[in-house]
T-cell receptor
């Protein structure tokens, strides 16, 4: 089944404790992206990647890192999480670029205490 | 700067009533616009895009460049249409989607 998967789905952590949220797609998509969803703010893009080893900042990249060593994986790294990073995170992928239909993961709900 | 505005946080209608979810945008280039939908406990998915000019689940959206709008319409709402709807604009230069803040549609029996 073609899909985007994220792990973990739920995470509670404490300020400053490094964490990684994984994202994987099995559709051979070149484009992958991370968003955060906050009440009243909608979805905001954190980082995106056009292909392996090609990543770029979205609208709200501060406090996040990403890497794209393989086509299928696009992990989101929070080196030192803070409470303002408490949010619902979505990974998405599309065939080639933002103009293509984006396929979203199920979301990861993160709480930083 | 590109921006997508969805002025209504919540739209509540009765089954069978017409629905219009508003979306306005600002973008200096030629816009590509989308509607994404998120049903309860499901992931976000594409509903329709203006470039394909199709009707999905009875919904249509017309790009009005004069009014910079891309409103989503359905003549007769169904209970299963209850969901969160996001309008999105593609920034072609940076290959990224800019989302509005979303409108929750609630269709009551």
């Amino acid at each position: 089944e073609a899909q985007v998967t994220q792990n973990p789905r739920y995470l509670i952590t404490v300020t400053g404790k490094k964490l990684t949220v994984t994202c994987s797609q099995n559709m051979n998509h070149e484009y992958m992206s991370w968003y955060r969803q906050d009440p009243g703010l909608g979805l905001r893009q954190i980082y995106y990647s056009m292909n392996v080893e090609v990543t770029d900042k979205g609208d709200v990249p501060e406090g996040y890192k990403v890497s794209r060593k393989e086509k299928r994986n696009f992990p989101l790294i929070l080196e030192s999480p803070s409470p303002n990073q408490t949010s619902l995170y979505f990974c998405a992928s599309s065939l080639q670029g933002g103009e293509e239909t984006q396929y979203f993961g199920p979301g990861t709900r993160l709480l930083v205490l | 700067a590109q921006r997508v505005t969805q002025p209504e946080k919540l739209l509540s209608v009765f089954k069978g009533a017409p629905v219009e979810l508003k979306c306005n945008y600002s973008y200096s280039g030629s816009p590509e616009l989308f509607w994404y939908v998120q049903y309860s406990r499901q992931r976000l998915q594409l509903l329709l895009r203006h470039i394909s000019r199709e009707s999905i689940k009875g919904f249509t959206a017309d790009l009005n460049k004069g009014e910079t709008s891309f409103h989503l319409k359905k003549p007769f709402a169904q209970e299963e249409d209850s969901a969160m709807y996001y309008c999105a604009l593609l920034n072609t230069g940076f290959q990224k989607l800019v989302f509005g803040t979303g409108t929750r549609l609630l269709v009551s029996p």
